[in-house]
């Protein structure tokens, strides 16, 4: 009975497409006992990955399910599983559309589902999906062929021929055997899956082998004389195709040197411009070796505590962050300031040592088209470029990608492939992979097509005709035997197979090609579809010539058009200007009645008359100066004393711990590139008195009412003060006067700035009838801070909750809400970099507004 009760066809496609060959090897070996007492017939573990997933499936009785559901719940590991739902949904798209997934999918969406079967407590609806409507006592599996009942002569056959055994070893050379195994007798298929084992260096596989022969003693010989010889091949160098590497278990804290040795790790979880996530999973130390990490609590103890490490958002002196399911090997260091509290206190501190993918071709190194065309398949079909890929040719032949060549199109063959005889791998998830960096390739493997190979061989004067004829393929192949061309041994001996072949067959091909041209119905086929290409060339370039002369008489209208309008504006300007002019001067008399019209009259009188241009010097030539126009707004040197803030806060009236907040609240701004708002009815003295942090001062540009001319913010950026304060900020609209400013704010937090714009700004802000709100342009470059208000203070759990759930809460607190996007981002890394403490009190104070 199948496991679980679950269709034997189902079952046998998830073995077959989420599991390893070496994992239900792995399975028949460690509980080939437990499996015995429970009834199942394993005394001779089926050998090849067909059997022994047909002994899975049919071969198992319901009281071996505990022990298969125990070993699989604990050796078959993925880190992301896709969930159930998710996982029955697409299965069923597949099932309803009568269709196979991809090669990718497939692996992932059986490997998920064993995963949820396989554990303490599978999902109901997942069991339901996998068991069959009806019950079927005979189900023919996929890829596989019911085990026929031998004959009583095989049942008799106990001697294996000599003459058959070294014929096996000669197929072993060639190709994988394992598909023919479950149709031989039990002493031949034993000797085929011990010549296997022992060509695939594979010690355990091969002494269980020769231990189902003790009574063939003849099999058993070869199988020895075999092993000695290959053992004696690897000895002297002779070794081909992937090694495994082998990973010794650590202790229980695993010794890891942050100086010397790196991780191998996969990228678990991704978000554009947020922290990236990555599990380690192996140690490779400098000396080389490998330590196994695959044991969660093992990583826990060395990355404590969650195991994981961050890989913190690009930036200059950032590694790149990785994609999700992207493996690499990476150095690592300690997060500053972490502590236990944390759930993920390292980070990557290199870029990425690559970790190459392999991919299994079937074909030898000698097919070269179907090489090609095969590699050339399997990059075409790849939806991302996560890991680059190794392919591993049937003679064991591995090669890669030049680089910067396509090997989607045939010219990325042109330069011919890197090749190695061997290189270490390890397996994961049913997947090979070979880490970088790779060691310089000793050969290039030849696999362009022909017309390629001819191309960069011969210059023009060669082809002094327009179809190869007997003379000059002759030719061509002596010049490639004189060595001329300088080619390679293996690119000459295509060359010259090909061109024999055109030579064999060009006089049959030539006599064809002329008795078809001579072909009435050809000729007068020919003659139609030329004279159907010319009509219709013809039809197109006069559409063409009719719309070129639509265009340019459409064009003419316009510029007259565009004529009449300039003129007709600049009659009319002198007398706007005047209306407008009284207009301005009756709003300025009004004040506060029409302070709209003010801000819109003097802007229009802007762009219609011509005015002298501003006066732009340093700050010391425009102290206490005025505006052009008769305006209220100044620009100044601060006239504060220095002294630390928080003294000035608590001289202002602050408590001792909310101006401690407060400050903090002011260093993350200026680290973040945002600006400060004071807020407060001493706003105006506390944002002059931070002027003066450090050694540095700052100057002071005093808003006054109706401004909207830019010129003097401009001027005061164009020198790049080390800080500036804007006070009574809201008495002219903001998003006119400071226009310049808000532009270099957003090019900061882009991250396009000017790297000498490092200007530190702060605004205070007036209440009263004259007050204008600020613009939502100037709350999403800002952090607002409250000097009449006591903040409520966080516990630490509360803020962690606080960073830990807000990137997902539908409707988060107004004043991260109103944050411009890249400014939240340094906030929440700024604010997650810090401890606990510190974040909960910077929370607090920027809370405050909300809780009065």
Request: with cysteine; aromatic share 6%.
């Amino acid at each position: 009975m199948t496991y679980s009760g679950i269709e034997k066809k189902r079952f046998a496609q998830l073995l077959e497409w989420g599991t390893d060959d070496d994992e239900i090897r792995r399975f028949f070996a460690e509980t080939r006992i437990q499996l015995i007492q429970k009834g199942a017939k394993v005394q001779n573990p089926p050998h090849g990955r067909p059997a022994r997933i047909r002994m899975l499936v049919q071969g198992m009785p319901q009281a071996t399910d505990q022990v298969v559901q125990k070993w699989f719940g604990e050796h078959l590991k993925m880190l992301d599983p896709t969930p159930v739902d998710d996982l029955l949904e697409e299965l069923r798209l597949y099932e309803e559309a009568g269709q196979s997934p991809p090669a990718d999918d497939a692996k992932r969406l059986a490997r998920s589902c064993l995963v949820h079967l396989f554990s303490s407590d599978p999902s109901a609806d997942l069991l339901s999906f996998l068991r069959p409507i009806k019950a079927e006592e005979s189900v023919e599996l996929p890829e596989t062929r019911e085990v026929s009942q031998p004959t009583p002569n095989e049942q008799n056959f106990d001697t294996l021929p000599e003459a058959l055994g070294r014929t096996i070893i000669a197929l072993a050379e060639g190709r994988d055997p394992d598909e023919f195994l479950s149709s031989l007798p039990p002493p031949i298929a034993a000797f085929v899956a011990g010549v296997q084992a022992i060509f695939n260096s594979r010690d355990d596989d091969a002494q269980v082998a020769m231990e189902a022969l003790d009574h063939q003693q003849a099999a058993r010989t070869l199988l020895t004389e075999y092993s000695t010889w290959k053992a004696s091949a690897r000895s002297s160098g002779v070794v081909r195709g992937l090694q495994m590497l082998s990973f010794s278990h650590p202790d229980d804290v695993p010794a890891f040197d942050f100086d010397r040795d790196e991780v191998l790790a996969v990228c678990t979880r991704d978000s554009p411009e947020t922290t990236v996530f990555l599990h380690p999973f192996a140690i490779r130390t400098t000396d080389g070796s490998w330590i196994d990490l695959s044991n969660d609590e093992h990583s826990k103890k060395l990355f404590y505590s969650s195991g994981d490490l961050i890989a913190f958002p690009g930036g200059r002196d950032t590694p790149r962050q990785p994609n999700r399911g992207e493996i690499g090997i990476w150095r690592v260091a300690e997060n500053e300031g972490s502590n236990t509290g944390h759930r993920t206190n390292f980070h990557i501190t290199s870029d990425k040592t690559l970790v190459y993918e392999v991919r299994d071709v079937p074909f030898d190194s000698t097919n070269h088209d179907a090489v090609r065309e095969y590699i050339k398949h399997a990059i075409g079909e790849r939806r991302t470029n996560v890991m680059p890929l190794l392919f591993l040719l049937r003679d064991q032949l591995i090669v890669g990608s030049p680089p910067g060549k396509d090997l989607s199109r045939n010219e990325g063959f042109d330069a011919g492939l890197p090749a190695w005889h061997m290189l270490t791998a390890f397996r994961r998830e049913g997947r090979s992979f070979v880490p970088g960096p790779l060691p310089p390739p000793p050969e290039i493997y030849e696999c362009e097509t022909l017309a390629s190979s001819l191309r960069k061989l011969f210059s023009g004067e060669y082809w002094d005709t327009e179809k190869p004829i007997k003379a000059l393929t002759r030719k061509l192949q002596d010049l490639i035997a004189s060595g001329e061309s300088k080619l390679s041994a293996k690119r000459a001996a295509r060359l010259q197979a090909e061109l024999k072949t055109i030579d064999e067959h060009e006089e049959a091909m030539s006599a064809l090609l002329d008795e078809v041209m001579r072909t009435p119905q050809i000729s007068v086929r020919i003659d139609n579809l030329v004279e159907e290409k010319a009509s219709l060339l013809a039809e197109q370039k006069e559409q063409l010539r009719k719309s070129i002369q639509e265009l340019e008489q459409k064009q003419t209208e316009f510029l007259e058009t565009q004529r009449q309008a300039e003129k007709e504006q600049k009659a009319v300007a002198p007398a706007i200007a005047k209306a407008i002019r009284g207009a301005f001067d009756q709003a300025k008399a009004d004040a506060l009645g029409t302070l709209g019209e003010v801000a819109v009259f003097k802007t229009l009188i802007d762009e219609l008359i011509e005015r002298p241009g501003p006066v732009v010097g340093t700050y010391a030539h425009q102290l206490g100066s005025m505006d052009s126009r008769g305006g209220t707004s100044n620009i100044r040197s601060s006239v504060v004393a220095g002294q630390p803030i928080v003294n000035t806060l608590r001289a202002l009236g602050v408590t001792p711990k909310a101006a401690s907040a407060i400050e903090a609240v002011s260093t993350m701004a200026r680290k973040c590139g945002l600006m400060l708002i004071v807020d407060g009815l001493a706003g105006r003295v506390a944002a002059e008195a931070w002027l003066h942090e450090g050694d540095t001062s700052g100057i002071v540009f005093e808003c006054g009412f109706g401004e909207t001319d830019d010129h003097v913010i401009r001027a005061a950026l164009g020198d790049a003060p080390a800080a500036l304060a804007i006070l009574d900020a809201n008495l002219s609209p903001f998003d006119l006067y400071a226009r310049p400013l808000i532009d270099a704010m957003l090019r900061r937090l882009a991250g396009i700035q000017d790297p000498l714009f490092e200007t530190r700004v702060l605004l205070s802000t007036v209440e009263g009838s004259a007050a204008l709100p600020l613009p939502t342009v100037a709350e999403s470059l800002s952090l607002r801070v409250y000097l009449d208000h006591i903040p409520v203070f966080l516990q630490e759990g509360e803020a962690e909750a606080w960073l830990e759930e807000i990137e997902d809460m539908e409707e988060p607190t107004e004043w991260f809400a109103k944050l411009w996007k890249p400014a939240k981002n340094k906030v929440l890394n700024y604010l997650r970099s810090l401890p606990v403490e510190e974040a909960a009190t910077i929370l607090a104070a920027l809370e405050v507004g909300k809780s009065n």
